[in-house]
């Protein structure tokens, strides 16, 4: 029996889907992950590459998306916040962190 996609595979869909409701659709380049644990929860660490055309609404996409809400099975984003940002030839490139937590 299939569990369905991973964490990292909900986030990426997440993210492409949020961003594509916002009218800033993203491609997602790179992406890799590793465990995490603490005393009282596991998950996950994400690095994810985005590229998007540079727009307004990215901008404002890109602003939000701390405080986004992400419905993925079985895990919270507990955070998520952009680490670097560049721009050439109308292309943004932004380099994303995310910290999952498995809910128990």
Known sequence: MSRGPDAATQLERALVAAAAAA?????????????????????????????????????????????????LRGTLVADIHVVRMTREDGVVTVALEALTVEER
């Open 23 to 71: 009218g800033c659709p993203i491609a997602v380049t790179a992406a890799d992950w590793t465990r995490w644990a603490s005393a009282t929860f596991t998950g996950a660490r994400h690095s994810l590459t985005l590229t998007a055309g540079a727009s307004p609404l990215l901008e404002q996409w890109l602003v939000g998306l701390s405080d986004a809400e992400f419905a």
